[in-house]
T-cell receptor, first 114, second 108 residues
Framework: KAGVTQTPRYLIKTRGQQVTLSCSPI?????VSWYQQTPGQGLQFLFE???????NKGNFPGRFSGRQFSNSRSEMNVSTLELGDSALYLC?????????????FGSGTQLSVL | QKEVEQNSGPLSVPEGAIASLNCTYS??????FFWYRQYSGKSPELIMS????GDKEDGRFTAQLNKASQYVSLLIRDSQPSDSATYLC????????FGPGTRLSVLP
């Protein structure tokens, strides 16, 4: 069974631009969660989608948004990029709603904002 | 109080020794607890889950949970250099919450 696939692997953007990241979960998994990881803050929860509905949202500004499609694939969008958005963005899939479930992570998208 | 606290390390142990990693959490309602391992430059991978008080063993790994003390630990027996990584504890709070991680270094 294929693992969680994230694209692209690396991204370089400039301040003010917008970016869209993609995540394909493990086949059969209906939950996709997104995390931001930085050396200083660790893994910070962004949001979770389950069956196309956002279940939970972390403490991030509205510039961060996401969606999930009927095939469980998910996209995350960051608008008006800031330097502080430079981070590794990880998505994780789970069979059911993420709480109480084991998470399986993708390789991440390394975003650099210049 | 922070939701999850872990000693950031680095924790250094000699090869063959027992490594003990600790985690405390604040949400008394949490029911599920996990340990993830993250190698440098890689994504986290699940190594243990524990749901009830007591010990759970899986190979060289033992997870211990004490809900009354809001404490979960991970013991790694016969530590190997390949165990050198950052270990993240996680639990089901309002969201899925990860600790800051403890960096473990196993010295040959």
């Amino acid at each position: 069974k294929a693992g969680v696939t994230q694209t692209p692997r690396y991204l370089i953007k400039t301040r003010g631009q917008q970016v869209t990241l993609s995540c394909s979960p493990i086949s059969g998994h209906r939950s996709v969660s997104w995390y931001q990881q930085t050396p200083g803050q660790g893994l910070q929860f962004l949001f979770e989608y389950f069956s196309e509905t956002q279940r939970n949202k972390g403490n991030f500004p509205g510039r961060f948004s996401g969606r999930q499609f009927s095939n469980s694939r998910s996209e995350m969008n960051v608008s008006t990029l800031e330097l502080g958005d430079s981070a590794l963005y990880l998505c994780a899939s789970a069979e059911g709603p993420a709480t109480n479930e084991k998470l399986f992570f993708g390789s991440g998208t390394q975003l650099s904002v210049l | 109080q922070k939701e999850v606290e872990q000693n950031s390390g680095p924790l250094s142990v000699p090869e063959g020794a027992i490594a003990s990693l600790n985690c405390t959490y604040s949400d008394r309602g949490s029911q599920s607890f996990f340990w993830y391992r993250q190698y440098s430059g890689k994504s986290p991978e699940l190594i243990m889950s524990i749901y009830s008080n007591g010990d759970k063993e899986d190979g060289r790994f033992t997870a211990q949970l004490n809900k009354a003390s809001q404490y979960v630990s991970l013991l790694i027996r016969d530590s190997q250099p390949s165990d050198s990584a950052t270990y993240l504890c996680a639990f089901d709070g309002q969201n899925f919450v990860f600790g800051p991680g403890t960096r473990l270094s196993v010295l040959p």
